[in-house]
Every structure is written in C-alpha cells, then in structure tokens.
C-alpha cells in the first residue's frame, strides 16, 4: 500500500512539473505609430489572437501553457494589413518547448518568404540571452527569403520555459 502511495506522489509531482511549463512572447512597440501585434498558433489550427494594440513606447504579452509548437507571429499598422498567416509582412515564427534533453527545441527565425513581404522592421531575441535577429530591410540579410539553409536563419535555445521579446520597429534588437 505503501508503495502505491508512493509512486502515485512522484506521478503526481512529475505531471505537475510537466503541466508547468510555459512561454512567454513580449511585444514591445518602437514605431512612431500603433501596431497591432497578432500570434497564430498552427499547432491549434486555425488559432489567431492578438495580446492588444500598442501605443508606440508600449509593451504587452502573450503567455502560452505547454509547448508552443509551429507559431507565427507579425504586427501591422500605419495603414499596413497582413493576412490571416502573415502575408504581405515580416513574419517571425518558431516553437519554444521543453524537452529532455532540449538540443535546439527552442528555435526562431524571420521569414519573408512569399507570400510574406517586408512592412516594416523588426527583431526577437531570447530571454536567456542566446540572441535573436532582426531586418530593417526588405533585402534582410537575417531573415528567410527562401526555404533551406536553417542554420543560418534559425537562432535556437536550448533552456526551458524560454520566452521571446519581439520588437517592432527596433530591427537591432536586444541581442
């Protein structure tokens, strides 16, 4: 009996751990205009949700229980609209989850692969300080303008419960 009560604790206790994990994407705006971030999880087909508008100098979040596999995100304004998947502007897209052992289970990128398309600058970087990307062109020498060649475009994190900062219009970032 004894045994069992034990065992059914540890169950308890890793599932716990397990349900804990979490990721945080922090939007800040350094445009000198509103932009209306948006973040669409593929993973949840069909999922789009926007944190709010941000004033410029303005900042918010979006916090995602568990893995946070296969997103995309993009902000838009000054008269720029994107599509339902970012078309038409700068997509930042990735998956953030914990796994053991976790080599590269974290990995971001920019992308301006048709249909995607510059609007205006951006950059992310990694809460742990494993760095980040930016553009401040369409001609974006960091971003994907075609598939292949990941290691040169993907940036990846090997730590658990990472967030990422994505700012608009600060295409130098913070990292």
């Not at 751990?17 to 069909?46: D, K, L, M």
């Not at 979006?62 to 995309?72: A, E, K, L, N």
């Not at 953030?96 to 974290?106: T, V, Y």
Request: charged share 10%; hydrophobic share 25%.
């Amino acid at each position: 009996m004894l045994s069992t009560i034990t065992t059914l604790g540890f169950l308890a206790a890793v599932a716990s751990y397990a349900s804990a994990e979490s990721h945080t994407v922090r939007f800040t705006n350094s445009c000198g205009w509103g932009v209306q971030p948006v973040i669409c999880s593929n993973s949840i087909s069909g999922y789009c949700t926007s944190p709010g508008y941000l004033n410029p100098r303005a900042s918010n979040s979006y916090t995602h229980s568990g893995p946070f596999v296969s997103w995309i995100s993009y902000g838009q304004g000054n008269g720029i609209h994107c599509g339902t998947n970012g078309e038409h502007c700068l997509i930042t897209e990735g998956t953030l989850q914990n796994l053991n052992p976790c080599k590269g289970c974290n990995s971001v990128d920019l992308s301006l692969i048709p249909p995607h398309a510059y609007n205006f600058g951006n950059s992310f970087s990694f809460s742990d300080g494993s760095g980040g990307h930016g553009c401040e062109t369409a001609d974006c020498p960091t971003a994907f303008h075609q598939d292949g060649n990941d290691g040169k475009y993907q940036i990846q994190s090997n730590g658990h419960d990472i967030s990422i900062t994505i700012d608009f219009c600060n295409s130098r970032g913070n990292y």
